[in-house]
Nanobody, 115 residues
Framework: QVQLRESGGGLVQPGGSLRLSCEAS????????MGWYRQAPGSQRERVAS???????DYADFVKGRFTISRDNAKNTLYMQMNSLKTEDTAVYYC?????????WGQGTQVTVSS
């Protein structure tokens, strides 16, 4: 079972940027399609972006052109660069496989966009 640890969240003003990281506990990471997900208060968790094992990416419409997902298999790490952040991006962000596996959810990292 893969353990995932997210980091990089924080408080940022609208228009600002953050880079999230997700470190996996195993080098088997390279064999997993991966994704970033988020959950805002009172809302269901939703997929934000995903990346296949061969580097193909897909984004939710609400982040296209602003967020970029990437991975470094040598470091067992998934990233997401978030630019032009909006208040509605405020949420706890999680990484998981794509599609997600229930046993792989970590603690997430809080992103708060506020002036």
């Amino acid at each position: 079972q893969v353990q995932l640890r997210e980091s990089g969240g924080g408080l940022v003003q609208p228009g600002g940027s953050l880079r999230l990281s997700c470190e996996a506990s195993t080098s088997a990471f390279r064999f997993y399609h991966m994704g970033w997900y988020r959950q805002a208060p009172g809302s269901q968790r939703e997929r934000v972006a995903s990346m296949t094992t061969n580097g193909n990416t897909d984004y939710a419409d609400f982040v296209k052109g602003r967020f970029t997902i990437s991975r470094d298999n040598a470091k067992n790490t998934l990233y997401m660069q978030m630019n032009s952040l909006k208040t509605e991006d405020t949420a706890v962000y999680y990484c998981n496989t794509n599609p997600p596996l229930s046993g792989h959810w970590g603690q997430g990292t809080q992103v708060t966009v506020s002036s």
